[in-house]
């Protein structure tokens, strides 16, 4: 019986750290300080750890479906569909802090599926601006000195989860300069 586990155990042994099961321990110290959080999906409002996205570029944007500036929502799914692959996910973070996103989580996710067909990850709707600002927000504003002052403001991440940049709602996904910094991010992994 040992002469046949031995080779298995040799192999396990070989194997890459990431490709062995971490313990919690070892996880969470993977996990950047800013990402040990978790927040409720938006469709189910499961809980889900920012964790997942450790070692992504990160675009985290605050939302709302009634707004000047929702149809950035169609320049958001285009650059996550874009760059997905190298490793961007954009973090979706509705708010009614502007009094321009009413609706429950329900009607929030059907219409940005239904209307923009987002597909980036999306969380419930919460507050992202002030004493009631959700403790990511909380962070990027004491991060950056600056909090959102309207929907789709933009806080970009890089890979080590350190605040990297923040851009205006005027600042659309397809901004040059936005793109070329996503860009550096990606390329420098």
């Keep these: 019986m ?19 099961a ?4 070892t996880a969470a110290a993977a996990c950047p300080a800013l990402l040990q959080q978790q927040f409720p999906r938006l469709q189910d409002e499961k809980p889900q750890s920012l964790c997942q996205y ?3 570029v990160l675009l985290v944007v605050n939302t ?17 569909g874009r760059y997905r692959d190298q ?3 954009v973090l979706g973070f509705p708010s009614n802090d502007f009094a321009q996103e009413r609706g429950s989580n329900r009607d929030i996710a059907e219409f940005c599926e239904n209307t923009y067909g987002v597909k980036f990850p999306m969380f419930a709707k919460s507050s992202v601006r ?5 403790p990511l927000f909380k962070t990027l504003a004491a991060k950056t000195s600056q909090q959102p002052t ?3 403001h933009k806080y970009l991440v890089g890979r080590d989860g350190q605040v ?5 709602s005027r600042t659309t996904p397809q901004d040059k300069a936005l793109v070329a910094q996503i860009e550096r991010l990606l390329a420098a992994h």
């Design 22 to 25: 971490q313990s919690p321990a």
């Design 54 to 56: 450790a070692g992504k």
């Design 64 to 80: 709302a479906s009634y707004c000047g500036f929702t149809p950035q929502y169609q320049g958001l799914e285009d650059l996550y």
């Design 2 to 20: 040992l002469r046949l586990l031995a080779p298995l155990l040799v192999a396990a042994a070989l194997l890459p750290a990431p490709a062995r």
């Design 87 to 89: 490793g961007l996910v």
């Design 130 to 134: 002030g004493a009631e600002a959700n």
């Design 164 to 168: 990297v940049a923040h851009y205006g």
């Design 150 to 152: 309207w929907n789709f």
